[in-house]
């Protein structure tokens, strides 16, 4: 990796999602555009810069097909983004950029890259990390490759200095403070009927209207990414991308809101909801919430402008579990928002994260007892998992408490630790029970294939398929398992 480059009269940048392996999302039949690549694509286009998107995961390309698209498209830059599940299949992709164009700058960014710069810089197929938040970072950097400027001159990088070798760790890049300043995500450079929620194609896009969190729940990086000071766009930017979106993808019928906490802001989705009554926008929507910001009120407000999902963390039915996570709710308001949803008739799916390390296999099945008791529409039993950047990935690094140092198996499906009485082999079939006897139960199934139907058949075989495989169907033509060396730098 050099610090300058020599100039070039038009870079031309190309983005790719790397192929989609054992997921969450996955698991929920669930492929999106990135948001994050959306956002980063757009600013370059605003400025002038030739950029495409190239979306593996969704167009389900092998690693031998990219390599032809990248020789068709010739990019003198390859951004790659990358989660901590993913990290492996991205610097695959990044293999097989600098085999088929080797002169090809390879820049990766995303959570993991932000957090493990160090052990991702030790691929010779990296050139540069992007910490943090990229969209402006990506544009300096772009501009001062384009023009053969010193790259530590630019806030947000890590590499490897030409001349000594040493890391270079450039001065961190302040969050974005305005975000109504950002245009909206480029996503006719997507395959946006690739795009699908439970495995149907439902016309979907996604959208995020804030950044940061202030809450400080243990097991999440978001706030170690983006701040702990949300960052909120103003309701009529985001509701004129919803009518950006509807107006220009006429198959859009749904849109997912991401954000960590949709509804942390009564106001916010008061005024929202009222603007989108105004405009007559019909179309439906889902989004993710906590349990203590919901009433009854805002709920029919949500629904009556086309509400139809609500993602809850109900996370576990054990208080002193809930403390430890600092999740800063109660059971009891987990029992209130639920039973409210279901009143005004708002469709939930119901997440707990069960093998947390103070775990029994008694307060495990409390939890699983407890979501059944919710009567959510769908539920997801994840299982405890310690990203990097989390104050829970500190905690159990430092005390040795990791079993599994394969980043591929974190995705919140597989175990990576071990409780005070389960095995990572007994939480397997733990969760494994809890999916089937939830999904499975007689009752359960004729309630909801009368609201959902196919939906729910479509979700049942997702399901059913995903926790009776015997080993993950992972891509082998570049199956990567990371070194313990590498792991925690």
């Known amino acids: 990796m050099t610090t300058n480059f020599k100039n070039s009269d038009s870079m031309k940048v190309t983005f790719i999602n790397p192929p989609q392996t054992n997921s969450k999302y996955k698991f929920l039949g669930v492929v999106a555009p990135s948001l994050g690549i959306g956002y980063m694509a757009a600013v370059l286009e605003e400025n002038g810069i030739d950029v495409d998107v190239l979306d593996s995961s969704a167009l389900e390309l092998s690693y031998e097909e990219i390599g032809d698209e990248i020789l068709r498209r010739q990019p003198d830059i390859v951004s790659i983004s990358a989660l901590t599940p993913t990290i492996g299949v991205a610097l695959d992709a990044a ?43 990506m544009l300096e950097l772009v501009n001062a490759i384009e023009n053969g400027e010193d790259l530590k001159n630019v806030k947000g990088l890590a590499f490897h200095d030409e001349n000594d070798g040493n890391l270079v760790l450039t001065e961190d890049r302040p969050v974005i403070q305005d975000l109504d300043e950002l245009p909206f995500p480029a996503l006719h450079l997507f395959p946006m009927e690739k795009y699908k929620i439970l495995n149907i194609s439902t016309n979907v896009a996604t959208m995020i209207t804030t950044r940061g969190c202030p809450m400080q729940c243990s097991f999440c990086s978001s706030a170690s990414l983006h701040g702990k000071i949300l960052r909120r766009r103003s309701y009529m930017n985001v509701v004129d991308e919803v009518e950006h979106i509807l107006n220009n993808f006429k198959n859009i019928d749904t849109i997912a809101f991401m954000d960590d906490t949709f509804t942390l802001n009564t106001k ?11 405009r007559n926008l019909k179309f439906w929507w889902g989004c993710t919430s906590r349990v203590d910001t919901l009433d009854e009120e805002l709920l029919e407000t949500m629904k009556d402008a086309g509400c139809i999902t609500i993602f809850l963390g109900v996370e576990s039915a054990d208080q002193q579990t809930l403390d430890k996570m600092n999740k800063n709710i109660t059971v009891n308001k987990t029992i209130n928002a639920f039973k409210l949803a279901r009143k005004v008739g708002i469709r939930t799916i119901a997440s707990c994260v069960i093998g947390m390390p103070d775990d029994t296999k008694k307060n495990i099945q409390q939890t699983i007892n407890f979501v059944k008791s919710l009567k959510p529409n769908y539920a997801l039993y994840s299982l405890a998992t310690p990203y990097p950047g989390t104050r829970f990935y500190k905690e159990t690094f430092e005390k040795n408490l990791i079993k599994i140092k394969d980043w591929s198996k974190y995705t919140l499906l597989s175990p990576v630790l071990e409780t005070v009485d389960c095995s990572k082999e007994e939480l397997r079939k733990i969760q494994r029970k809890a999916f089937l006897t939830f999904y499975l139960r007689p009752g359960y199934l004729i309630k909801q294939a009368s609201k959902d139907g196919m939906i729910l058949l479509k979700t049942i075989f997702g399901v059913t398929k995903q926790i009776l495989r015997k080993k993950n169907n992972e891509n082998t033509n570049y199956n990567r398992q990371l070194e313990s060396g590498s792991f925690g730098k």
Do not use: Q
């Open 95 to 137: 293999e097989v950029v600098k085999t088929v164009k080797p002169d090809t700058i390879v820049v990766l960014g995303g959570y993991h890259p932000t957090f493990e710069f160090a052990s991702v810089l030790e691929e010779e197929s990296v050139d540069i990390v992007v910490r943090g938040e990229g969209e402006y970072t």
């Open 268 to 278: 916010f989705i008061k005024d929202f909801c009222a603007e989108i009554k105004r």
